[in-house]
């Protein structure tokens, strides 16, 4: 289909940033801690070491070069990101509903990672980890009201500093008023603008969303309503048309651009337009068993819940699952219409994961399987090879740098990310990770999961503050072993049977280690602590104070 041009979406917003209050970055970064400042440093180490030729460094040298000619001309990257999108729901993947023909079509296109792992099962920690390469506690965002520190280096200003044009749309959590290098940015104050200018046909009927004040069968929209708006007013849509409108203006511009096109779908109240109720059926949703250890450590807000309300949540999820992937269809059509797809690498994710039943929950917030892994994919014609599906373990922090070895750029340092870009293209030797870890401090809680076992270790002793306590007495320190082979439903906790005590005790040294070794700059371990000491220590939640106003 065309890109729109400006006048087909006449009375939009404009993309000048100087009317948007949140577009211009605000930050006045200090010189030693600047995405150019960081720039220098790898450009001047990588050359005093030989490790690159004169065409690279002069790229490396960032966009204040005289001479900009490079080697290749820089491509474009299109990052994609949807709000709990959980792993194994697409087509591609044997999903029975088959609710995402166009991610199916994306995924034949490009690489499917099979087992990919978000860093936290979080909104706001696991979109922070995605733009730094940091894992969340490193990054000083792992709770939802967090803000994100001016001080931590984004994709944003490393692509600014590249000297690419910078743009993220939607949701970003960044719980704050700086763009961090995003010289354009959109929001939901954006498109509430835009519905006042342009008030949907038919009406506005939207319903107020009052999590934890409603009952969970109403805020979790058991019985399946639409948004109350008509497509094109959508929050989902607006967002992609301006990625529309973005890909017009500045696609076949003088510089690159870096472009972050990010959703607040398929989160709860999981919305989707006027005249997609009949989709799925809730009848035709299986509901999980649940057995008593689930009932003893289920939230206390989902005990209520009926089997047929669980299937209609579930109805509800897939329905504004195919809502968000039509369009994002529509979005990786524009960019082919725009004849920019064979400069341009595609990244889609989704943020989390997410329970719809299992273990009784209806939530991410946990490190079962649903709740941390997500779908990842990565398309780029002629350059990423076409239909492939890797199997290895990857996990979300590994995007930005992937993708910037991907597009022949540099990539900042001390990034706790891997360059999987040999991975990506199948090349001889190429290798995931050995085991994944993510993070959830609210619970303090943490997981380790190789190919075939997961180790989950939690304190027991915080209350928690984001409305998913038990209502029932603290449980105290706990672990729990899971093979993943055997038992890939995770009801049977290994972790107490001596004959894998040799192998808990394994994954117990490779948690401490990813938790101990990437606390640069944070507070310091406390000596003398044993293994498992510590890791209670470090899974304690430690993000700065928000700013006074």
Wanted: some cysteine.
């Amino acid at each position: 289909m065309p890109v729109p041009s400006n006048r087909m979406l006449a009375g939009s917003p404009p993309l000048s940033w100087s009317t948007h209050p949140h577009g211009a970055d605000r930050r006045r970064p200090l010189p030693w801690r600047s995405g150019r400042a960081h720039l220098e440093l790898a450009w001047l180490l990588a050359t005093i070491l030989g490790l690159i030729g004169p065409s690279v460094s002069k790229a490396w040298a960032g966009p204040d070069t005289d001479n900009r000619a490079r080697s290749k001309a820089p491509a474009n990257l299109l990052l994609i990101i949807t709000d709990d999108h959980r792993g194994g729901t697409l087509g591609i993947e044997g999903d029975p509903r088959r609710a995402t023909p166009n991610l199916d079509v994306l995924a034949r296109q490009g690489v499917l990672f099979e087992r990919a792992y978000c860093n936290s099962p979080l909104c706001t920690a696991s979109r922070q980890s995605v733009i730094t390469g940091k894992l969340p506690h490193a990054v000083g965002v792992t709770q939802l009201q967090t803000r994100l520190s001016d001080e931590v280096l984004t994709l944003g200003e490393w692509f600014r500093d590249l000297d690419y044009r910078t743009a993220a749309l939607g949701k970003m959590h960044f719980n704050g008023p700086s763009s961090h290098g995003f010289a354009l940015r959109l929001d939901t104050g954006d498109w509430a603008s835009y519905l006042r200018d342009h008030p949907p046909v038919g009406g506005d009927h939207r319903r107020p969303w009052r999590p934890f004040r409603d009952p969970a069968a109403v805020w979790l929209n058991s019985d399946c309503r639409s948004a109350g708006l008509p497509v094109e007013s959508m929050q989902t849509t607006f967002y992609v048309d301006r990625a529309l409108e973005y890909l017009n203006e500045y696609g076949r511009g003088d510089r690159p651009f870096a472009l972050v096109v990010s959703f607040y779908d398929p989160h709860s109240p999981f919305r989707f337009p006027d005249g997609w109720e009949a989709r799925f059926r809730p009848e035709d949703f299986p509901v999980p068993p649940v057995s008593d250890q689930d009932r003893r450590e289920q939230p206390a807000i989902f005990a209520p819940l009926t089997p047929d309300q669980i299937r209609g949540i579930q109805a509800a999820y897939y329905t504004s699952l195919s809502y968000v992937d039509a369009q994002v269809g529509r979005l990786v059509r524009g960019l082919d219409a725009a004849g920019l797809s064979d400069n341009t690498l595609v990244v889609y994710v989704g943020d989390n994961g997410y329970m719809l039943g299992e273990h009784g929950r209806i939530e991410k917030h946990c490190m079962y399987e649903p709740a941390v892994r997500v779908p990842l994919i990565l398309r780029w014609p002629g350059r990423v090879p076409a239909g492939r599906r890797v199997t290895d373990l990857v996990e979300m922090i590994d995007i930005y740098p992937t993708a910037l070895s991907l597009l022949d750029r540099p990539a900042p340092p001390n990034l706790h990310g891997r360059d999987l870009s040999r991975l990506v293209r199948g090349e001889s030797g190429a290798r995931g990770r050995d085991a994944v870890f993510s993070e959830y401090t609210e619970n303090e809680e943490a997981m380790i999961r190789t190919a075939r076992y997961k180790l989950i270790v939690g304190t027991g002793r915080r209350l928690r503050q984001d409305g998913y306590a038990t209502g029932k007495p603290l449980p105290g320190p706990y672990q729990r072993l899971y093979d993943l082979a055997d038992d890939p439903n995770e009801t049977h906790d290994l972790s107490a049977d001596p004959r894998f005590r040799p192998l808990r005790d394994d994954l117990l040294h490779r948690l401490h280690d990813r938790l101990t070794s990437t606390r640069s700059g944070l507070e310091p371990v406390p000596p003398g602590l044993s293994t498992i000491e510590a890791i209670h220590w470090c899974l304690v939640p430690r993000d700065p104070a928000p700013p006074r106003p």
